[in-house]
Structure formats: C-alpha cells, structure tokens
T-cell receptor, first 115, second 119 residues
Framework: DTEVTQTPKHLVMGMTNKKSLKCEQH?????MYWYKQKAKKPPELMFV???????INESVPSRFSPECPNSSLLNLHLHALQPEDSALYLC??????????????FGPGTRLTVT | AQKITQTQPGMFVQEKEAVTLDCTYD???????LFWYKQPSSGEMIFLIY??????QNATEGRYSLNFQKARKSANLVISASQLGDSAMYFC????????????????FGRGTQLTVWP
C-alpha cells in the first residue's frame, strides 16, 4: 500500500480563520514533507519531518505551523493567512534508510482558497 | 543555477505514439537520484520511475523508460504507446547525495512539461 491521504480535499477560509490540514500514511515512512504548489508551477518544499522532529523549515511564515503528533500523522495549522497563500498543499512521505530509491509518495493534496 | 531544467513547456503526441520528455540536471555530487512524477489535473503527484547515478542500465517501468546519459547530464523520460490518460503535467526531480541523513530526501523539481495526448 503506497497511499498517503490528505483531508480536506478543498478548503475555503477567511483571513481571520484558523484551520488545519491533515496528512496520514501507514507505510512506516519516517520522513514526511509539506509542499506548496501554485498553478502550473513545481511544488515548493515547506517543511520536512524526520522521525517526528522538524528537520527543515524553508523560511516559511509563522502563519503556517506544522505538527507531527506521531509517525503516521502530519498536520499543518493555518492562521491569519493571506490571499496569496491560496494554493495546492501537498503532503509526501518517504522511506528512511535501506536500499530502496527513496521515492516520495504524495497525497492528493488540499486545494486551499483564502478569501 | 537551476538544478533541473525541463525545456519543453508543452508537448503533443498522438495516441499510441511514443514521446520523449527532456530533462537535464546540474550537480557536482557523484551520488544522486533522478525521478519522474506525473501530475494529472486532479493534483496528485504520481511517482513513475527512478534512476540512480550508479545504475548502469536505464530504468524501465512498464511503458515508461528513462534514457539516462550521465556524461550529458540528461535523464529523459520516454513514454511508449501513449494513452489518452497520459495527458498530464510531468515533473523531473533530483535528490542529491547518497546519505539520506544529510539531504533528508530533498527533491529539486523542474518546471514541468504539460503533455497532451490526442486521439
């Protein structure tokens, strides 16, 4: 099973709202990623968690707050977003260690619209 | 400098024909991995194929093959017998370094190629 799930599929929120995106995988992967993708652009890395610890923060504004409650779950808490934060948010996971090609498996994404 | 370059913003191919999507990369590492992903309009990024820098043979996965030319630093994706469902955005990506502990699997993506398959 190479499935990464993300909820919700679509989210519309106002600039004063607080919402959360959720990502889940049951492949035993210990690296998990958040990406932001604007239309017709490649994904941009936001955060990397390795063994449930934040390892990379690509200078993301503090209105985005990641959380990794356990090895299967990854959340992205959103607060006071701007309209330019509207995008597709992708979660991915990858195996950590071993001889596999370390491909990242992506979820279907959450389409976020900030009004 | 861009680490991954995809020079074809759009490609068109007739159903059942083969198509090659270009990708060149730039790295000074001896050990690296090259990936191709497909992204339909639904948004999900689907892993297609992987080539390691030390792999001597070109990678193949079903109708997908990777034409790896190390000296030219190119990793072109060949799709044989195109199908209407192949219409999507295709991204080439690279991971540098063999030690995942140092790179945490960070992927560098190209700008993508929009492939359209027509009947």
């Amino acid at each position: 099973d190479t499935e990464v799930t993300q909820t919700p599929k679509h989210l519309v929120m106002g600039m004063t709202n607080k919402k959360s995106l959720k990502c889940e995988q049951h492949m035993g992967h210990r690296a998990m990623y958040w990406y932001k993708q604007k239309a017709k652009k490649p994904p941009e890395l936001m955060f990397v968690y390795s063994y449930e610890k934040l390892s990379i923060n690509e200078s993301v504004p503090s209105r985005f707050s990641p959380e990794c409650p356990n090895s299967s779950l990854l959340n992205l808490h959103l607060h006071a977003l701007q309209p330019e934060d509207s995008a597709l948010y992708l979660c991915a996971s990858s195996q950590y260690g071993g001889t596999s090609p370390y491909e990242q498996y992506f979820g279907p994404g959450t389409r976020l619209t900030v009004t | 400098a861009q680490k991954i370059t995809q020079t074809q913003p759009g490609m068109f191919v007739q159903e059942k024909e083969a198509v090659t999507l270009d990708c060149t990369y730039d790295t000074s590492d001896q050990s690296y991995g090259l990936f191709w992903y497909k992204q339909p309009s639904s948004g999900e990024m689907i892993f297609l194929i992987y080539q390691g820098s030390y792999d001597e043979q070109n990678a193949t996965e079903g109708r997908y093959s990777l034409n790896f030319q190390k000296a030219r630093k190119s990793a072109n994706l060949v799709i044989s017998a195109s199908q209407l469902g192949d219409s999507a955005m295709y991204f080439c990506a690279m991971r540098e370094g063999h030690d995942r502990g140092s790179t945490l699997g960070r992927l560098y993506f190209g700008r993508g190629t929009q492939l359209t398959v027509w009947p």
